[in-house]
Each structure stands twice: as C-alpha cells, then as structure tokens.
C-alpha cells in the first residue's frame, strides 16, 4: 500500500488551533495544509483534523513520532486519510475488544495488537471525563491479520483481566442480530410455555379451589391468586405446571369454559413488554384493515350549517348510491363542529357524490366534499406541492431572467390614509408561495404609488388598480399618451366636465410632479363628484383607516374575477394572519390561498378554523425549513 500524504488526527481538544498543529507537524517536514474541522453554525471545532504534507514520506514519519503523543493534555490518534467512505465503512479487518482494564489506553492497546498486523487505526471508547468505559476498536489494514488477532488475544488475559476480542459489528448490524434473537426467545418460549395466567375468575374463587381446578391437568409446582392490600381476590392469577405439555393441556381446556358462573380466559403468560408488542401489532394491523377497506369511499364533508343532523347529512347524499355510514362530528357539549363524514358501498358512487355535492348551498353555505385522506397524507400532498411550485417558480423566474423570481417581491402599501397599515410597522407584503400571482399595490388617485416606481414584472406596463372590483374604489384615471388614445392635455378639462384642479399650464403630459410637490392624495378635498362606494363596500382611498381588516361577503366575492377573488381573500387574511406571524404571515397566505374560495370564506368566518389551519401550515413550513437545513449540512 503507498499512503497519500494526508492525515487524519483526532481525539483534539475543543481548543486546539491550525496553528498550534503546524508547530508541532512542521518539525517533522514541510506541511502544505491544516484544516481543524469545526461545526458549520457554531464554528466549535469537532474534535479532529487533516494534516497535508508535501510528500508521503514526511506522512509517514510524524505517524510513526507523533502517534498518541499529548496535545494540550490529550493523546492525539493518527492515520492515513481515507476518502473512500465504502472503505471506511465495510468494516473489513476491524475488531471489537471489550472488558479492557481501567489502565489501558490508546497506545497500551495499539502496542498489543500491533504485533499481528499493520494497524491503521486503534481507539478506547472513553466518556466525557476520560475514563476508559471497558472496550475498545482496532482497525488493522488486511482481514487476515484481524483474524489472525481474534485467535490469539481472544479469552487471554490483560492487565490479570480476561478480554473478548471478535469482529466488529455495525450498530445496525447488531440490532438486526438482536431483533432476530429476541424472537427466536420469544417462539422458544412459545413453543416450551409452562407458567399461564387466568383472568376474569370470580373474586369469592378462593386460593384451594383455584389450585384444585388446574391439579387435574398435572403437577403444578406454583399457583396463586392475585390479592389487593386488604386480601380480596382481583380476579386473575398465575399457574406453572411442571412440564409444557400439562401447561398446553390446562390452556386448551380450561380457556373459554365456565368456572363459578364466568368465562375464563387461559393462555400463556406472557412478559408485559411482549404483550404490549403484540397488541400494538394488532392494532396497527387493524388500522391498515380499515384504511384499506373505506380507500375510496368515505368522504370528508365541511362546511356544515349548525343545523345540520346525521340524518339530514344522510338524507341529502342518498341520490349518489347506498350508504354505509354518516356522522357529523360534535364536541363534547353536543355542538356540531362543522363536519362529517360519508361512508358509500363502492367508489364510484363516492366519486359522483364529490362531483355532484362539491359547493352546493346547504342551508346558508356551500359544501366542502373531497375523499377522505390521513393527516400524514395531506402532510405529504402539501409538501410535495410547495416543493413542486417552488421548482416550477424557479424556472419561471430564470426563463424571465429575474433573479430570485418576482414571487419575492415586496408589496408597498403607499403612505397616508387610505390604505390598511402593515401591522408590526411591516411596509412590505411578500407573497412567497409560487404559481400565485402577488396582490397589486393599491395606486394613488392618479394610478401611480407616491414616492416609488412603479415596477412592472416582465417589462410591462404597471398593472391597473382595482377598479369596478366589489368591496373596492377605483380613483378615476386619466387617460395616457401610448394607452390607445390621444395624449393627455394637463389644460383640458376632466372626463366629467370639471376643470381640472391643480394643472400647471403648459406641463408636457406624462411630466413627474416638481420635487417637494405633495402627492396627489395630500392635495385638500376630492371633487364632489367623486366616485363613490355602494353600500358594503371599502373605504376609498383618502378615508381614514379604521383599524381593522377588511371584510368579504359571498355576494361581492361572486361578482369578481377568478384572480381578483383571490386577490381580496388574500388581503384579508393577510391582514387577520400578520399580527400573530408577522415573518411568515405571506407564505402562510399563499399556502392558504391554494385552497378553494368557498372554504376560504368559512376560515374568515370561524376563528377556529383559521387558527387551525394556520398551524397546521406553520408545522408544514417548520418541518420543510428543517429537512432544507439538514440536506445542506
């Protein structure tokens, strides 16, 4: 074998600096680096280094003259680098060496094995104090010299104590061997049984006639009743026979027949741990049964009128196919929580009843119907999704070449009245969710922010404000040069016949205000003949805030579009979510505004709702930023 020229030293002190080793690995020959390997957040060394040399030689050397000598009062451990992590990791010429005295350290341990091979590496498990904890590793170079070490160091003595030394298994190796041994103990114990337990016995059974009723069976070398601490029979019991085959006779017998008026129970005895086994087995398994069973057929139902009974929620899926079973969910008072539960014979009918059902008004809301799903699963769907947008948002943005995407873009709300203050003194609203266009600013009254550019993603024109939106005033707009109509005249007068206030005479269209100029919204009173809001409707822009989010009805949601739906939704929940999560308020909205607008309404309306599905995002975002975290160590 020719070693390369770097080399590992480990069992370092926390304290031990690059240039601490070079002095020391320096008098052997030139070095052409040191690397101390620390933590990649606290920067605290880990307790090992890599030493360069120029050439193999000098490598060799300081492993033969700095081997286990002190550095800052802990005996150093050296040896060759191996990159290959399939090498380090077979496990191939590595012994185990356990019940090793107290005195033994590195270099006791490394001088005794050296002697059948080339060792690469040798270490003494010890715990944080440094005290030898009794076992111990060495690492030879071939396979041969570990087995010729196993032959002559196994069952001798050292220091007058008698060691074990045999191949080293993996921890995972080992569990696996220990498993398998386990329950080769448990079916021997199975197979050979002599002690059983008796339950339900009645409590006047006395002790002699429970050891009567089992003497028939054979020689039973132990029974007793089980007592509380005033003597009173607590209604089972323990019976060891002499041999397995009386005990199976009795178990046959005796289970399931009449003794005293009541059924008695007969089996094995059996350890706790090994009885808890089995019943978390049996009902794992029964819960796949059950999953199996309903996959397909059971639907979840939200979104319930108060009203609403079982026998109504039945009554109402009837028409799609045979019903297995229907309940809507309630507290412990009795109060529906606002969902259910249908159960159908065959997924088709399922399948049309989700169809059919899916947003119909029941009573005064519209029905959520989708297949049932585990939480795990919905956990699942979720975070494949949000990775899924992720890429396709980071394509997007690299085929538009914008760096980081536009979803990352802050939103402005303008300064003055008019507008819904960030709370927390937030003046951006970042919408990080992908495949989801970011809310538009709302404008000043002549459609441009105060004080800010206005940006416009993928070169085009600035978006429009909301106009005609429900729950929305629009300022009016002044028409613009390039826009599809002549070019705007500062001395004409307004589309409603009014002068316009304010024109300086003369100003080419399109010229930015002087500086120092106020912004539009500051300059006194709108005309009387401004637009104004229906009934139901925000504040326009200029009116004092009032403090609280926005609201939405059904009946102005309807009357939008697809996209300015989502637009309004998200404001407002925006503006419900961001006074708890102010740093996360805009990916929660976005996680939430994947749902449909019917059960976005409903979270606006039940508190519960909203504070629920809002952690339930905050567990989705925490666990993805731990698993980001951990994959970029």
Not at 536 to 562: D, F, K, M, R, V
């Amino acid at each position: 074998m020719t070693p390369s020229a770097s080399l590992y030293v480990g069992e370092l002190d926390p304290t031990v600096t690059e240039a601490m080793l070079f002095e020391i690995f320096n008098m052997i020959g030139p070095v052409a680096s040191i690397r101390v390997c620390r933590d990649a957040v606290t920067r605290r060394s880990l307790g090992y280094a890599y030493v360069n040399y120029l050439n193999a030689a000098d490598g060799e050397r300081a492993l033969e003259q700095l081997n286990y000598s002190l550095i800052k009062g802990r005996a150093c451990r050296i040896m060759w680098s191996q990159r290959d992590p399939a090498l380090r990791k077979t496990g191939q010429g590595n012994i185990f060496i356990k019940n090793l005295d107290e005195q033994i350290d590195n270099k006791a341990l490394h001088d005794t094995f050296a002697a059948f091979g080339n060792v690469l590496s040798c270490k003494v498990a010890t715990d944080e104090h440094g005290r030898s904890k009794g076992y111990g590793f060495v690492h030879y170079e071939t396979a041969e010299a570990a087995e010729t070490a196993i032959k002559a160091v196994n069952g001798m003595l050292l220091n007058d104590k008698k060691v074990y030394v045999g191949h080293h298994i993996s921890r995972k190796a080992s569990d696996c061997i220990y498993a398998l041994e386990r329950q080769s103990k448990i079916e021997e114990m199975k197979a050979q049984f002599t002690n059983i337990y008796v339950k339900n016995l009645d409590p006047e059974v006395t002790q002699d006639e429970f050891v009567k009723l089992f003497e028939q069976f054979g020689k039973v070398t132990s029974a007793v009743v089980q007592t509380d601490d005033e003597g009173k029979s607590r209604g089972f019991g323990f019976v060891n026979f002499e041999n397995h085959e009386e005990a199976q006779k009795a178990v046959e017998t005796l289970h399931d027949s009449d003794f005293h008026g009541r059924k008695l129970f007969v089996a094995r005895a059996q350890k706790k741990a090994e009885r808890e086994e089995e019943l978390r087995k049996s009902y794992e398994q029964a819960k796949m049964e059950k999953l199996s069973k309903y996959q397909g057929v059971n639907l979840y139902i939200k979104n319930l009128d108060d009203e609403v009974d079982d026998e109504r929620l039945r009554a109402e899926f009837e028409p799609f196919g045979t019903i297995t079973s229907a309940k809507v969910m309630r507290d412990e008072k009795g109060t529906s929580k606002g969902f259910g539960f249908v159960c159908f014979s065959s997924p088709d009918e399922a399948t049309k009843a989700v169809a059919e059902m899916n947003n119909k008004m029941i009573g005064s809301k519209p029905l959520y119907v989708s297949l049932a799903q585990r939480r795990e699963v919905r956990r699942q769907q979720l975070e494949s999704q949000i990775a899924q947008r992720n890429q396709i948002r980071m394509q997007q943005a690299a085929a538009a070449g914008i760096p980081g995407g536009y979803m990352n873009s802050p939103m402005y709300y303008p300064p003055g009245p008019g507008a819904y203050p960030p709370p927390g003194g937030r003046g951006m609203m970042g919408y990080g969710q992908p495949g989801m266009m970011p809310p538009r600013p709302r404008y000043a009254p002549n459609n441009q922010v105060p004080g800010m550019p206005i940006p416009a993603p993928y070169g085009q024109a600035p978006p429009q404000a909301y106009g005609g939106m429900p729950g929305y005033a629009r300022a009016p707009r002044p028409p613009q040069a390039g826009r599809g109509g002549p070019p705007a005249d500062p001395s004409a007068p307004a589309a409603n016949g009014a002068p316009r206030p304010n024109a300086p005479q003369g100003a080419p269209a399109n010229r930015p205000p002087p500086a120092g100029a106020q912004p539009p919204a500051a300059r006194g009173p709108a005309p009387a003949n401004r637009a104004q809001p229906r009934p139901g409707q925000a504040p326009p822009a200029g009116s004092a805030p009032t403090g609280e989010a926005p609201t939405i009805t059904a009946a102005a949601l309807a009357s939008a579009s697809p996209m300015e739906q989502k637009q309004m939704l998200g404001e407002v929940i925006y503006m419900k979510i961001a006074p708890d999560h102010p740093e996360l308020a805009g990916k929660i909205t976005g996680m939430l505004l994947e749902m449909d607008n019917t059960e976005l309404l409903h979270l606006l309306e039940t508190p519960d709702s909203m504070n629920s599905k809002v952690n339930e995002a905050l567990a989705v975002l925490h666990e993805f930023s731990a698993k980001d975290a951990a994959e970029g160590k």
